[in-house]
């Protein structure tokens, strides 16, 4: 059931996609090595308490952080712990906040530090990637535009695109319909409408698609251990260009000269 949004609502998830990009921005003040995944995750959940939204991932399901936290080579849902960041690993972090009822989902790949450029390249293309599913959910197209434009152009640059996670709808729940993948062929899927809130979340990895589960049933890793990358945007249709509610503009104020 795919929930059509009033122009109250999107004002709504709106304002937690407004929250959850300030959060990320807090998060990457903090992104440097020797600094712990476990801070990163308290700093973004005192800065969502302090701000009246509520952290929506910690409990989720049983998920036990603020942040999902995706060193190198974890694709998703990886958990907030004592691993200390080091000099050229890469730390995705991905967000939810709930904000009076309604949620905004971001997520973000940080350097740590140098990095080395063909990993830099993994993040640039990944990156792009997510404005190229943006521009491809227009109302009267179909979801499987949006992943055939990622997938495309991931796959253009040599890279791979993880199939067994896909971004979704977003509202009162962080997951509603429809499910997006960010692969497939172009006019499949359900039909995009003004007022559709979704997620659209690129998972590119340098080497092959395969991932593997953990035994918590969480955290994934890429199969053959090579990095993997993840943006992730809150987008509403409209009738014209879609409208992207979440930003990365806080995050890059932070970077200053650094690019990720
Ligand atoms: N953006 C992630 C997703 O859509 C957020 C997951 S939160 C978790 O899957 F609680 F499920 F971990
Ligand atoms: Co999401």
């Given at each position: 059931?795919?929930?059509?949004?009033?122009?109250?609502?999107?004002?709504?998830?709106?304002?937690?996609?407004?929250?959850?990009?300030?959060?990320?921005?807090?998060?990457?003040?903090?992104?440097?090595?020797?600094?712990?995944?476990?801070?990163?995750?308290?700093?973004?959940?005192?800065?969502?308490?302090?701000?009246?939204?509520?952290?929506?991932?910690?409990?989720?399901?049983?998920?036990?952080?603020?942040?999902?936290?995706?060193?190198?080579?974890?694709?998703?849902?990886?958990?907030?712990?004592?691993?200390?960041?080091?000099?050229?690993?890469?730390?995705?972090?991905?967000?939810?906040?709930?904000?009076?009822?309604?949620?905004?989902?971001?997520?973000?790949?940080?350097?740590?530090?140098?990095?080395?450029?063909?990993?830099?390249?993994?993040?640039?293309?990944?990156?792009?990637?997510?404005?190229?599913?943006?521009?491809?959910?227009?109302?009267?197209?179909?979801?499987?535009?949006?992943?055939?434009?990622?997938?495309?152009?991931?796959?253009?640059?040599?890279?791979?695109?993880?199939?067994?996670?896909?971004?979704?709808?977003?509202?009162?729940s962080m997951h509603e319909d429809p499910e997006v993948p960010n692969y497939g062929r172009k006019g499949i899927g359900p039909v995009l409408k003004p007022g559709m809130c979704i997620c659209i979340e690129p998972m590119i990895n340098m080497g092959s698609k395969n991932i593997v589960f953990g035994d918590d049933g969480?955290?994934?890793?890429?199969?053959?251990?090579?990095?993997?990358?993840?943006?992730?945007?809150?987008?509403?249709?409209?009738?014209?260009?879609?409208?992207?509610?979440?930003?990365?503009?806080?995050?890059?104020?932070?970077?200053?000269?650094?690019?990720?």
């Amino acid at each position: 059931m795919i929930y059509i949004k009033s122009p109250e609502e999107i004002e709504l998830v709106r304002r937690a996609s407004d929250l959850v990009s300030r959060t990320l921005a807090e998060v990457a003040k903090w992104v440097k090595p020797g600094v712990t995944t476990f801070q990163l995750d308290t700093v973004a959940r005192e800065f969502i308490l302090d701000n009246g939204g509520k952290p929506a991932c910690l409990g989720y399901h049983g998920f036990p952080g603020t942040l999902c936290i995706e060193v190198n080579e974890t694709v998703v849902h990886g958990f907030p712990s004592q691993y200390v960041l080091k000099e050229g690993d890469i730390v995705g972090t991905d967000c939810v906040v709930e904000l009076d009822g309604y949620n905004g989902d971001s997520c973000y790949t940080f350097a740590v530090g140098d990095i080395d450029p063909k990993v830099m390249a993994l993040l640039e293309t990944t990156r792009e990637s997510l404005y190229k599913g943006i521009d491809a959910a227009r109302a009267g197209k179909r979801v499987g535009d949006i992943g055939n434009a990622v997938q495309s152009f991931c796959e253009h640059h040599g890279y791979s695109v993880v199939r067994e996670m896909c971004g979704h709808g977003i509202g009162k729940s962080m997951h509603e319909d429809p499910e997006v993948p960010n692969y497939g062929r172009k006019g499949i899927g359900p039909v995009l409408k003004p007022g559709m809130c979704i997620c659209i979340e690129p998972m590119i990895n340098m080497g092959s698609k395969n991932i593997v589960f953990g035994d918590d049933g969480w955290q994934t890793r890429t199969k053959d251990r090579k990095p993997s990358a993840h943006f992730e945007h809150t987008v509403v249709i409209t009738e014209d260009k879609p409208e992207i509610l979440t930003t990365f503009s806080y995050i890059e104020e932070v970077l200053g000269d650094r690019k990720f």
